[in-house]
């Protein structure tokens, strides 16, 4: 009759003293006296109490003590027997009774082997517990591994796989037979294929790698991307014979970064445009900043802009990138080539190789090996005064499309207000010279006439013969010339600017009344 102690083996590990043993198993009694077995609990019985603390304890007569497992040992017809705990690590971790029919008596030989057995039973049961924990921590493994949403899978040294979980088809398309078959980077992109064969060649050296990013092609002809760590999964001495790895397919999150990553070059752009700097720019500067921006955003290979003269319908390419700086200059109808369908509609389109050819005025753009062109209107204050021009060359992966000419919209409507208001800087620094130009002319003629007033009074006062006259005469040149000297310094500074003080000076020389003019003037003037 075996018992195994309530907190037996553990993690591996025995408890500590045992208070208690449940019965799990027996063998020549009834199932009906198993059915009675009741747990043997440490205070009940002197005899459990020194089993469960690890001594051997002989009962030469079951009839004198029949509540001695809770149950008449009697009835099951036991007459003697030995209870011996079952120790492991020096614990005990379970008991074992033996029970006989008949009277007999164990001496010191049935006793020493009964110890070698509970021992032996002892470490069997740790065994078995190991064995069972590594059955279940392997069941886990496997099911972790199977239920993985990476490629885990085993390959030889030369990348040929050889196992591989439920996920390997899925994320390559093909089986383990199908790709041992094929060469090991058939299915990689060509301008990824040295960065696979390095990443193996060093693991094949025994060394890990850590997150290869690659391009491969699935059986449907889907490119996908895939991130890769890499390690040593066996060797035959210092010779590797199976690498593992773990791949996973990042093709949308790599999407998903670069669509966040061109939102933010996005909206630079449009602050680049559309802030105070682009703001404090000549038109010249700005157009180019306009057009290195959009060929930024787009990833285009050249760009050119296109102003339109609405009153005399004539257009003219006012900025360009090479290779198309050629058109810059010569002006011709508004009406013509790619920029002239766009005038029409107001609306920006994209336009394939042919349509270039078809429809591009210049020799310079129908030659030039494009692949897509696309065109958007530049509206400001719902005027259309010109169009923006992206390029895309054959060596280019694709063409433009639906979601890029969006884009160029909103940026072109940006671009149009900030080269409007530079344009409207710019005729206010033209007007504003050309007054400054005239003030400076009337300031100029105004001091040649006093001059010439006073010249003619002072000439007046020499031939006079009356000496009262000549006196007044004098007096007059003396008061124009005070004014000429006041106006000169008017004229030398902006009003704001003028010293009191100094037209003060220029004024003492002035009588009464134009002198009282001039000093209320300056009174005003402090």
Known sequence: FFFQ????????????????????SSRGMSEAFVRQAATLRRGKDQVIDAALGGEIQVVEDFRVAPGLFEFDAARAGFTTGVVAPIRTQGVVVGLLVLGAYRQRSFDLGDVELIEVITNQIGNAMVHAQLQADLRASEEQYRTMVENSDDAIFITDPDCRPRWGNSAFTRVFGYTIPELREMEPYARVH?????????SVAKLVHGDAVRNVEFRYCRKDGEWIVLQCNGSVFS??????????FVVREVTEMRRRQQELLRMNQQLAALLDISGGSAQQLELAPLLKLVLVRAAELLRADAAYMIRFDNRNEQSEVVAATPPFEGL???RGPAARGLSGLVRETRQGRI?????????GYSPILRQAQVRSALVVPLISRNEL??????????TAPHGFTADDLQLMQVFAGRAAVAIDNAELVKDLQHKNDLLELLVEEAHHRIKNNLQMVSGLLQLQAETSNTGNVSEQLLSATSRVQAIAKVHNLLSQDMPDKVDAERSEEHTSELQSPCNLVCRLLLEKKK
Not at 351 to 359: A, C, G, L, P, Q
Not at 385 to 394: K, S, Y
């Open 328 to 330: 810059i200059g010569p």
């Open 351 to 359: 336009f394939s190789r042919d349509e270039v050819v078809k429809f």
């Open 235 to 244: 060797r035959d001495g210092d010779r590797v014979t199976r690498l593992q």
């Open 5 to 24: 102690a309530e907190d037996g083996i553990r993690d591996y590990k025995v408890t500590g003293v045992q208070t208690c043993a449940l019965p799990i």
């Open 190 to 198: 060509p301008d990824d294929a040295h960065l696979v064969a390095q």
């Open 385 to 394: 005064i010109g169009t923006l021009t992206l390029v895309r060359h054959e």
